[in-house]
């Protein structure tokens, strides 16, 4: 079952532009910074709470945010759910009739597992769910 928010992914053109302009606006330092080549995309992360504003910049433009910003411009690109099992939530979902993304778990930044499912079965929203390590 879907624990709570983990974060809201927002795709940027301009990942540092957008650090600053967040780190004004939120009043806060990002946690986090890392670059997942398998994924094509370089994050930052803010805390806001116990979730996180996830800035998402592509590596390049045949990458998933890549395209995402190129079909439809900056802006929020998913929403990440905690959950204690991908793996066992992936089958749960699957059972229930919803189309995953990706088959099996898969890692994420921060060590996470993360899973995503297709915004087809999620009123045109791209999920994520993500356990931590």
Do not use: K, N
């Not at 709570?4 to 806060?28: C, N, S, T």
């Not at 803010?46 to 996830?54: A, H, I, N, S």
Request: hydrophobic content about 40%.
């Amino acid at each position: 079952m879907f624990e709570r928010i983990d974060h809201v992914g927002i795709a940027v053109p301009d990942l540092d532009a957008a650090v600053e302009r967040y780190r004004r606006a939120l009043g806060a330092e990002p946690v986090h910074r890392e670059r997942v080549e398998d994924q094509g995309v370089e994050e930052v992360l803010f805390r806001l709470g116990d979730g996180y504003v996830q800035l998402l910049g592509a590596l390049g433009p045949d990458t998933p945010v890549g395209r995402f910003l190129e079909r439809r411009g900056p802006g929020v690109h998913h929403v990440g759910y905690r959950v204690a099992d991908v793996a066992r939530e992936l089958e749960r979902l699957r059972a229930a009739g919803f189309r995953p993304v990706d088959e099996a778990p898969r890692r994420g930044s921060r060590g996470t597992t993360i899973a995503f499912l297709h915004p087809a079965g999620m009123e045109g929203v791209l999920v994520e769910l993500v356990q931590e390590p």
